[in-house]
């Protein structure tokens, strides 16, 4: 089963924005900017994706890294 989990933030266009993920056993938190917060239980969770998503203009999405 998929859930998608969505909150929107409004972001000033040309703009660089940090954001930082974390996952820790079953939550998921998202900070944006240190202005927006989002947090969501992944149960079962065994993989999948993460998306990150602009409505109506382009993003350039840099320095991601993954620690385990």
Same mark, same amino acid.
């Given at each position: 089963?998929?859930?998608?989990?969505?909150?929107?933030?409004?972001?000033?266009?040309?703009?660089?924005?940090? %954001?930082?993920v974390i996952a820790e056993n079953s939550?998921? +938190?998202?900070?944006?900017?240190? /202005?927006?917060?989002?947090?969501?239980?992944?149960?079962?969770?065994?993989?999948?994706?993460?998306? %990150?998503?602009?409505?109506?203009?382009?993003?350039?999405? +840099?320095?991601?890294?993954?620690? /385990?």
């Amino acid at each position: 089963n998929e859930v998608d989990v969505e909150r929107y933030c409004p972001m000033p266009i040309e703009n660089i924005h940090h %954001i930082i993920v974390i996952a820790e056993n079953s939550v998921l +938190t998202v900070y944006v900017d240190d /202005k927006y917060a989002m947090s969501g239980r992944m149960f079962d969770f065994e993989g999948g994706n993460l998306a %990150i998503y602009s409505h109506n203009n382009e993003i350039e999405v +840099t320095n991601i890294h993954l620690y /385990k």
